[in-house]
């Protein structure tokens, strides 16, 4: 992200948008909202929104009009003239995605962006983030939130030990991520079943996970035969369960993965913690 806005320079690559090498107007079109707070914190909120504003170029009866109407849909008009140090670490998160959007940016790149929200505002931020999707407006943002990411994104990238190892639509990479059975009969009826592994137990809820040659009747008959069967369902992996297998895997080798394009992602180690992301378009 740093590299997209021009805050560190690749030593490798480049950095299109567009099809197009990413020139310094087109990065300061873009609304970047850092993981750690890029805030003055003894400046006011109104009057730094106001000046990071002009920074982008607009000018100053444009200016107040976005800090009046961002502050308010964001949940911090009440807010304006206090210090940014005196403020919630929620209310500081709105603040700084404030500025990132103050100056009508045309692209949104943001880290972490849910960190330190209560339920309330990740629901605000997520609405202005659809809000700017269906605008037209492209968001990428990096999350360990993954029920966010699966809610909101288009496209979501994993990276691992610097590699792209999973990256497509959700829907698609939850598709791929293998057979997944919900079974509830008689405790220990599935060990030993050929093509059928046992992923996790509650009770006498099973869920499996079928080889691709494993036939799905086969498994309801073996577990017919053991006592009365409460339910039978098939259940697609979650994207967090996909993140562990990815994460986790002792090979790069991923559903969907390969190296690049679309919303990405970036891991901060090379012990293989991987980090959600994804992309609105």
Not at 217 to 233: M, N, T
Not at 255 to 267: C, E, K, R
Request: aromatic share 4%; with cysteine; glycine share 12%.
């Amino acid at each position: 992200m740093r590299i997209i806005l021009g805050v560190l320079t690749a030593d490798a690559g480049e950095v299109r948008y567009n099809g197009a090498p990413l020139s310094l107007p087109m990065r300061r079109r873009i609304g970047y909202m850092p993981e750690e707070r890029g805030l003055y914190p003894k400046m006011k909120v109104a009057e730094q929104l106001h000046y990071l504003a002009q920074l982008h170029g607009l000018g100053p009866v444009a200016a107040r009009r976005a800090v009046a109407q961002w502050t308010e849909r964001l949940g911090v008009a009440a807010r304006r003239d206090d210090e940014v140090q005196k403020l919630s670490l929620g209310n500081q998160q709105r603040v700084q995605l404030a500025a990132a959007l103050v100056h009508d940016p045309a692209a949104l790149v943001l880290d972490e962006p849910f960190s330190g929200l209560d339920p309330v505002a990740v629901d605000v931020m997520s609405e202005v983030l659809r809000e700017r999707r269906a605008a037209g407006v492209p968001v990428m943002f990096s999350s360990h939130q993954l029920d966010l990411v699966e809610r909101l994104c288009d496209r979501v990238g994993i990276v691992r030990a610097g590699r792209m190892v999973a990256c497509g639509p959700v829907d698609e990479l939850r598709t791929s991520g293998g057979r997944r059975l919900v079974v509830a009969a008689p405790a220990g009826w599935a060990d030993g079943l050929a093509g059928v592994r046992v992923r996790e137990r509650d009770g006498s809820r099973t869920v499996l996970e079928l080889e691709p040659q494993a036939d799905d009747q086969a498994v309801l008959r073996a577990a017919l035969a053991s006592g009365p069967v409460h339910e039978f369902r098939p259940r697609r992996p979650s994207l967090a369960e996909l993140f562990r297998d990815v994460v986790s895997a002792p090979s790069a080798s991923a559903p969907g993965g390969g190296g690049g394009g679309g919303g990405n992602n970036s891991d901060r180690s090379t012990g293989g913690r991987g980090e959600s992301a994804g992309r609105l378009a």
